[in-house]
């Protein structure tokens, strides 16, 4: 479904990605974690031409994504950002609507889409006419989650996209991503920083690290069988989060 081959990323005369390959199979959720700096944020915007990659290939579907105009491109791939990238300016109808206004579509069947993307991310029809400023953080990531459903997407990238949010709100985001995702099928790659939230989501996990993979596995096999140090530190369990990596584990 996605492939990356000897991607390399530079900045100047800085190396931020160095040569990563993974596959990401269909329906699959793959998680990208590493510490700041390491690289996996600018991985997965080369997904989608965000940014450009200096060298090496990115399929999808077994096509080189540079075969597509950067907007068609991004039109097949839901993205939700870090710090959620909502329109201030437009509702949250109007947000969830944007790239199917842009796609031409009717505005009846815009419309009849926003209701049944608010459904699947849980908000209130009340809700269609507030600005992003009159909701909650967690409302606010839901209708980002949703804007990024609208064109139906066989692939979302997801930015480090719970990260400002408080604990609760975070964890009963994952829950309806987990949903989301199984119900839709969805292949997915997520970033994050969070070694606990890495573990409750992803089928597999790249641990990153200096703009390289160091290891690619299940849950089960980096917690089992860590890599390196590196990934043995990155391992060690809060004691508050032990009892859901134990539940994880028992089921995995």
């Keep these: 479904m996605i492939e990356l081959q000897n991607v390399t990323k530079f900045f100047a005369s800085a190396q931020v990605v160095n040569q990563v390959s993974l596959q990401v199979a269909q329906g699959e959720l793959l998680v990208l974690l590493g510490a700041s700096g390491c690289g996996k944020t600018t991985t997965?915007?080369?997904?989608?031409r965000l940014i450009e990659p200096s060298a090496g290939r990115i399929l999808?579907?077994?096509?080189d994504v540079q075969a597509y105009l950067p907007h068609e491109l991004r039109r097949r791939i839901g993205y939700v950002f870090q710090r959620i990238g909502l329109f201030p300016h437009l509702n949250v109808a109007e947000n969830i609507g944007i790239t199917l206004t842009l796609l031409g579509q009717p505005q009846k069947q815009i419309a009849a889409r926003v209701e049944e993307l608010l459904a699947l991310v849980h908000l209130e029809s009340a809700l269609l006419k507030r600005r992003p400023m009159e909701l909650s953080g967690g409302q606010q990531q839901r209708v980002a989650v949703a804007r990024a459903l609208a064109a139906s997407p066989r692939v979302m990238l997801l930015d480090e996209p719970f990260a400002a949010l408080d604990p609760l709100t975070r964890e009963r985001l994952q829950q309806a991503l987990l949903a989301i995702k199984q119900k839709l099928s969805l292949t997915a790659i997520f970033v994050t920083h969070d070694m606990v939230e890495a573990l409750?989501?992803?089928d597999r996990i790249a641990v990153m690290q200096d703009g390289q993979i160091?290891?690619?596995?299940?849950?089960?096999?980096?917690?089992?069988q860590p890599a390196n140090?590196?990934?043995?530190?990155?391992?060690?369990?809060p004691k508050n989060q032990a009892e859901r990596v134990a539940k994880l584990l028992n089921t995995a």
Aim: charge should be negative; charged fraction near 20%; avoid cysteine.
């Design 60 to 63: 999808l579907d077994g096509v």
């Design 44 to 48: 997965l915007k080369m997904i989608n």
């Design 200 to 202: 409750l989501l992803g």
């Design 229 to 237: 140090e590196y990934v043995e530190q990155l391992m060690r369990t």
């Design 214 to 224: 160091i290891q690619i596995g299940t849950p089960r096999e980096l917690l089992v």
